[in-house]
């Protein structure tokens, strides 16, 4: 039987990281699916776990040899992808791949995967609140956060492409509703869902 995957994809600060954390503590046969990037490490991420942070000319060797299910460069310099290896990886524990990816590379892993795939559209409420949030994590310069609200306000318009979108204005009733996703499509699919 082809493996099982879950796709939370939406605008970066859509909370859509949150859900996916929450997602991975609450079922325990999850596992969340490793991207690849360039761009720089943050304080609080670990090499291996959050992402595996490559330089550019390691990213394009990867590109070359094909490791990557999908890849963007999703701002200038900044690099991200799904490897191959990590849904193989995931496959052979027996677990479900949980995917947490921008708005384009979802279209892709969409495209890739049919009826196994859960795929939910993560979006804030407003772009104002979503401008709101990407302040308050401090994580952005002037520039790349004019850059990601640019790039979040094209991506809003993708989400009729998904199957499920959550509105994400209280971060409780979007864990309700990412559970409610998650534990429909693993019993649909004829195992129970593992919840720890
Ligand atoms: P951040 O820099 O905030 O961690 O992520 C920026 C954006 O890149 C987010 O929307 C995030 O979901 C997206 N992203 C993370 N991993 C991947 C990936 O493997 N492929 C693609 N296309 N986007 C990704």
New binding site residues.
Partial sequence: MAPKLILL?G??GSG?TTIVQHLLKTYSNLSFSV???T?SKRSNEINGKDYYFLTVEEFRKKIQADEFL???E?YTH?F???LRSEVDRIAAMGKVAIF???V??GVHIKGRYGKNLLDVFVRPPSVEDLYKRLVARASETPESLEKRILKATHELTYADRFNNVIINKDMHVAFAEAENLVSAFLNDHEELPVKK
């Fill in positions: 994809c605008p970066s859509k991207s690849a990037t761009r999908e890849w963007e999703v900044g991200y992808g799904t947490d990816v921008d384009e590379g």
